[in-house]
């Protein structure tokens, strides 16, 4: 079956930066958009970055400059490396892969567990 296991979160102070990595297996993984999302306690989840077959790439207007999404096809791998964190940024982070049909047409997605980014101000 589908698996997604994210790792890399933890407590950072505002400024720092965190790499999260996102280990797939189960699926082709070189098909699929893969994506982050996030959500804080309270929020409805949110995409934060978004790398599809082909290599567009998509970011949410709070983290373009801030935040990089990068996939290896070759080692089933995605990363999100976050620079310049604020507490903004404290909420669980999702690795999400879903098949792209075109335009923002999407197939339902697998999801990891999660992991927890805190800053702190």
């Known amino acids: 079956q589908v698996q997604l296991v994210e790792s890399g979160g933890g407590l950072v102070q505002a400024g720092e930066s965190l790499r999260l990595s996102c280990a797939a297996s189960g699926l082709t993984f070189e098909n699929y958009a893969m994506a982050w999302f996030r959500q804080a306690p309270g929020n409805q989840r949110e995409l934060v970055a978004e790398?599809?077959?082909?290599?567009?790439?998509k970011y949410a207007d709070t983290v373009k400059g801030r935040f990089t999404i990068s996939r290896i096809d070759a080692n089933n791998t995605l990363y999100l490396q976050m620079d310049s964190l604020k507490p903004e940024d404290t909420a669980v982070y999702y690795c999400?892969?879903?098949?792209?049909w075109g335009g923002g047409s999407y197939s339902p997605g697998y999801w990891g567990q999660g992991t927890q980014v805190t800053v702190s101000s």
């Open positions: 999400v892969a879903r098949r792209h």
């Open positions: 790398k599809r077959r082909g290599g567009n790439t």
